[in-house]
């Protein structure tokens, strides 16, 4: 167990509608990032929140958003969902604001996202 | 941009035998470099990491990588494989002013036989 948890663990929605998935960091974590695995893009980097703010974007779309609030737990909302969104979304959590690239990354068990 | 390859995206050992597992990267400049491990069902888990120093690194469960800067690679060993190593093992790397975003390799999925 990372300490990084994840809900929900398994969401099944339609196309067209939008969804919450929530990230809760390690205790004493003050940087999130979000990761998006999929088959045929495997693993990729989607957004990093440090303290509240947004600090480095990757390959996220416009339909997908995500927050930082106080107490440190994220969201990533995805909306306007298609299929090939369907994914398996990790949350990864590291104590620093992630300036210092030594600073490693704990995983959650992640969410797995199906568009039907 | 950096980019990560894994080249074996199948390896199928039999318990005992001893485990390769290339990786390259590409990134002229300093790097850091991770080996992941997911096993069936669960969450990515650091398996070891190098950031300077000693290029033999010691990780966790057997496991041990080298990273040799001429060759861009960091390919993770262990000397004698166990059944409860099958799993997908992912390298990472990130970059100093990258802000920490992990950019990964496709994974390489081991099947360890009895």
């Known amino acids: 167990d990372s300490g990084v948890t994840q809900t929900p663990k398994h969401l099944i929605t339609a196309t067209g509608q939008r969804v919450t998935l929530r990230c809760s960091p390690r205790?004493?974590?003050?940087?999130v990032y979000w990761y998006q695995q999929s088959l045929d893009q495997g693993l990729q980097f989607l957004i990093h929140?440090?303290?509240?703010?947004?600090?480095a974007k990757g390959n996220i779309l416009e339909r997908f958003s995500a927050q930082q609030f106080p107490d440190l737990h994220s969201e990533l909302n995805l909306s306007s969902l298609e299929l090939g969104d369907s994914a398996l979304y990790f949350c990864?959590?590291?104590?620093?604001?992630?300036?210092?690239?030594?600073?490693?990354?704990?995983f959650g068990p992640g969410t797995r996202l199906t568009v039907l | 941009a950096q980019s990560v390859s894994q080249h074996n995206h199948h390896v199928i050992l039999s318990e005992a035998a001893s485990l390769e597992l290339g990786c390259n990267y590409s990134?002229?400049?300093?790097?850091?470099l991770f080996w992941y491990v997911q096993y069936p069902g669960q969450h990515l888990q650091l398996l070891l990491k190098?950031?300077?120093?000693?290029?033999l690194v010691k990780g966790i469960k057997g496991f041990e990588a080298e990273f040799i800067k001429s060759k861009f690679s960091f390919n993770l060993r262990k000397p004698s494989v166990q059944w409860s190593d099958t799993a997908e093992y992912f390298c990472?790397?990130?970059?100093?002013?990258?802000?920490?975003?992990?950019?990964f390799g496709a994974g390489t999925r081991l099947a360890v036989h009895p």
């Open positions: 190098y950031f300077s120093g000693d290029p």
């Open positions: 929140y440090y303290n509240g703010e947004e600090r």
């Open positions: 990472a790397v990130n970059t100093p002013g990258g802000y920490n975003k992990l950019i």
């Open positions: 990864a959590s590291s104590v620093g604001s992630g300036g210092l690239s030594t600073d490693t990354q704990y």
């Open positions: 205790s004493g974590d003050l940087s």
């Open positions: 990134y002229g400049g300093t790097v850091n």
